[in-house]
């Protein structure tokens, strides 16, 4: 492992170390290797051979911060796991079920990968830095804890060094072929270096000399082909989503209004979601939207509430 660029290093074990230390708490170092490997990183790559862009963070949030984490905890006699996240998980006074938030610091709010999780994990939730604002919260940090400067923010995916995922990528897949980059019509223009190094709405990289930009519109692992378009023919007014999950337990209704991001760092777009069955819905937005990514989530808010959300699948 990466000890300085990779969460849970050992660097990182030992500040959490000195940490509780200072506080006067225990401090236990909880195996979940197996898990993270079966739940994250295998699907994570598997993912990537079928042309998808994962987001494993909200994953991980389901099935090991508040999964299997939650399980382990309970042998130590704890009833809940405080996060660190910034968005506030409170207890609704009309309908006695547990919401999902926004948090105060608006450009730190990280709602977004809590889309997946159940009343059950919410129960046994804290969230206390979520009416704070970061540099606030940093600043009281490193009074009492000075050591903790040093430390850079998590990454995008923090279990790759360097937040590579190529080369994560290239150690697991020996078969990783070039192929055929083709326009709109069919023409080859270009070649890629292996389709999985590439995600929808990408312009750098293709190396192809075009009077407009280009950006990869399409993957097709089974044919090794990446589609190449301008930024018009990224542009999409509607998607379909596969394995919702809606914080209440059922969505508003079989359609409804609502805000919609379909990334984290995405702008949110009214929108209209239709609920199909077996847990799909479409997804009609008020204006078209750049790059819609299969294996990404769209999620759902109303307000400031953050109502579900799911997979998307195709545009």
Not at 97 to 113: A, P
Request: contains cysteine.
């Amino acid at each position: 492992k990466d000890a300085v660029k990779t969460c849970c290093s050992p660097e990182d074990i030992e500040s959490a170390k000195r940490v509780c230390l200072k506080l006067g708490i225990p401090h236990h170092v909880i195996d979940l290797l197996k898990p993270f490997k079966e739940k994250i990183i295998d699907p994570f790559c598997a993912e990537y051979q079928q042309g998808r862009t994962p987001n494993p963070c909200v994953d991980c949030n389901k099935y090991i911060k508040f999964g299997s984490l939650l399980e382990k905890i309970k042998i130590l006699g704890a009833g809940f796991i405080a996060t660190g996240h910034y968005c506030i998980i409170e207890k609704s006074p009309d309908t006695g079920l547990f919401e999902v938030k926004k948090g105060t610091d608006k450009n730190k709010d990280q709602s977004y990968v809590f889309w997946r999780l159940s009343q059950v994990q919410l129960s046994q939730m804290k969230t206390p830095l979520g009416k704070q604002l970061k540099d606030s919260i940093a600043k009281e940090a490193y009074k009492i804890f000075p050591f903790l400067r040093k430390k850079s923010e998590s990454q995008d995916i923090c279990f790759i060094p360097g937040n590579d995922y190529r080369s994560f990528l290239k150690m697991r897949f020996k078969n990783i072929k070039k192929g055929n980059i083709t326009d709109t019509s069919g023409n080859v223009i270009g070649q890629h270096k292996g389709y999985p190094f590439y995600t929808i709405g990408q312009r750098k990289g293709l190396g192809i000399s075009h009077p407009e930009p280009l950006y990869v519109k399409e993957i097709i692992p089974e044919e090794n082909i990446i589609v190449a378009g301008e930024e018009k023919d990224i542009k999409s007014q509607s998607l379909k989503i596969k394995d919702t999950n809606f914080i209440t337990g059922s969505p508003p209704g079989k359609s409804f209004n609502a805000m919609v991001k379909i990334r984290y760092n995405f702008r949110e777009t009214p929108a209209e979601i239709i609920i199909s069955s077996n847990n799909t819905a479409d997804i009609i937005f008020s204006r078209p939207q750049k790059a819609v990514t299969p294996g990404q989530s769209a999620v759902f808010y109303i307000g400031n509430t953050l109502i579900g959300g799911g997979i998307i699948i195709k545009s």
